[in-house]
C-alpha cells in the first residue's frame, strides 16, 4: 500500500482512507473489507478503529494489513485471508479447498431444520466446510447427521469446524450419494455445485474451488446426479432439499417429478428467489 500522504502520520483513519482507494475497484464493499482487514491486523474488533482513528499501528501491524490488502487487490476473498466466515450466527473456519458459505444457503438450513422429522437419519452431500451439516448437528441434536464430500482436504476442514463446534457428524470421503447404503437415509440435504460453465458471474469467484461452483453446461449436472441415486438411498417418504441458483427451480422441480417425487415445492431465500426445492420419495415405491 502507498504511504498514506508522504508526510502525514499513519493512523487508522489515514490507513483505512487509502486502503478504501486501493480497494474501491476490486470490491464493491471496500470501505467494510478495509476495515475487517485492519481490525484483523491489530487484532481487535472493529469497533476499536472509530473508538481510535487517531491511533497508529505498529509497523508489524501496518505489514500484515499491506500484505492483506495486496491479496484482496488481487482477488482474495477477506474470508480466506482471515480463514473464518459467519455462518448462521457461528464462526466456521474456511480456506481455499472450500466455498465460503453464503446467506443464501440459511434458506436450506432453516428449510431442513423445520421440516426433517424428529430422530431422523440425515446426510449433507458434498458439505465442503460443513457449513450445513455443523449447524444441522446443532440445531437438531435428534438427529443423527452424516456428510459426504469428495475433496478429502474439504473434508478436513468440515472435520475440524465439527470438532470446533462439538458437534457429532460421520465425515464421508465420498461422491454424492455414492457411500450410501440403498434405504438408509431420511433426509438428503446439499448445496451442490449449480453454476453453468461459462457464466459471466464465475469470473468475480475465480478464487473459490470451480468444483464447489460450476457443475456442467446448464449448471445441473451435479443436482440431476443427485436426484438420479436419491430414490435409491431415501427411505420410502425421506425427503430430499436442494439448494439451486435463482433461476433454476422450475427444472429442478421437472428433475424432482420425473424421478418419481412428491409434494415437490420450491422455497425463497430472502431475496425472494426460489433458491430451494424439495421433494419427498414416493412411499411404498420401488425402485
Ligand atoms: N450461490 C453461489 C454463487 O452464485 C453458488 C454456490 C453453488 O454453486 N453452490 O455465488
Known sequence: MSDPESGSRATIAALLRAARAQLAERS???????????AAALGKPRSFLYAWPD??????VRARFEDALTARSSGTPVAYTLGVKEFFGIDLAVDPSVLIPRPDTETL??????RIPPDAVVVDLGTG???VAVVLARERPDCRMM????????LRVAQGNGRH???????????????????????????PPYVAEGDPHLAALAA??????????????????IIGDAGRVLRPGGLLLLEHGWDQAEAVRALLSDAGFEAVE??????????????????GALR
Open 266 to 283: 420450491s422455497v425463497m431465500d430472502l431475496n425472494g428467489h426460489e433458491r430451494v426445492s424439495v421433494g419427498q420419495r414416493a412411499v
Open 208 to 225: 473459490e474451488p470451480a468444483s464447489a461452483l460450476v457443475s456442467g453446461p446448464d449448471g445441473l449436472d451435479a443436482i440431476r446426479a
Open 109 to 114: 438450513v432453516e428449510c431442513a431444520i423445520e
Open 165 to 191: 463446534h462439538a458437534c457429532r457428524v460421520n465425515w464421508l470421503c465420498a461422491d454424492w450419494t455414492a457411500a450410501l447404503a440403498a434405504q438408509s437415509v431420511d433426509a438428503l440435504v446439499s448445496n
Open 147 to 154: 456428510a459426504t464430500d469428495r475433496s478429502f482436504q474439504a
Open 129 to 131: 466446510s460443513g457449513a
Open 28 to 38: 464493491d464493499s471496500a470501505a467494510l473489507d478495509a476495515e475487517v482487514l485492519l
Open 55 to 60: 491511533h497508529e499501528p505498529t509497523t508489524s
